[in-house]
C-alpha cells in the first residue's frame, strides 16, 4: 500500500475571498433575448392594429396611450390652455345671461309704464 503526504493550507476569511473564486459562471443562465422593434415598425404595427385596440380601458386602449403619453410630454400645458378656454366660455355665458336678464327687465318696465 502507497503512503500519500497530503498539505492543508487553510486561510482566513478575508484571504479566502480574494484567492477563491465563488462565482458561479458554468451555470449562469444567460437572460433571454427580448425582441426588440424600432419605432418605425411599432408604427406601421400600431396602424396595421389600429381599429383592433379598444377605445376605452385602463390598459391595451386608445385612452391608456393617450394618457400615458401625456404624462410622457407633460400635456398639462395642454390642459392649462383648455381651462383658459372653459374660463373664456364660462365669462361669455355669464355675460349672456346677464344681458338676457337686462332685456327681461326691460321688456317688464317697459309694458308696465304702456298699462
Known amino acids: 500500500m502507497a503512503n500519500y503526504t497530503l498539505n492543508k493550507t487553510v486561510y482566513n476569511r478575508g484571504e479566502y475571498q480574494q484567492i477563491v473564486d465563488t462565482s458561479f459562471t458554468q451555470f449562469k443562465v444567460q437572460p433571454p433575448e427580448e425582441d426588440t422593434i424600432t419605432v ?8 396595421k392594429i389600429f381599429y383592433d385596440i379598444p377605445p376605452q380601458g385602463d390598459i ?8 400615458v403619453s401625456g404624462e410622457y410630454i ?16 364660462s365669462s361669455l355665458r355669464q355675460q349672456l345671461l346677464d344681458s338676457q336678464q337686462q332685456l327681461v327687465n326691460i321688456q317688464i318696465s317697459s309694458s308696465m309704464q304702456n298699462v
Open 60 to 67: 391595451n386602449s386608445h385612452a391608456y396611450l393617450v394618457k
Open 40 to 47: 418605425e415598425q411599432f408604427f406601421d404595427y400600431y396602424t
Open 74 to 89: 407633460k400635456s398639462s400645458n395642454i390642459n392649462e390652455d383648455v381651462q383658459l378656454l372653459l374660463d373664456e366660455i
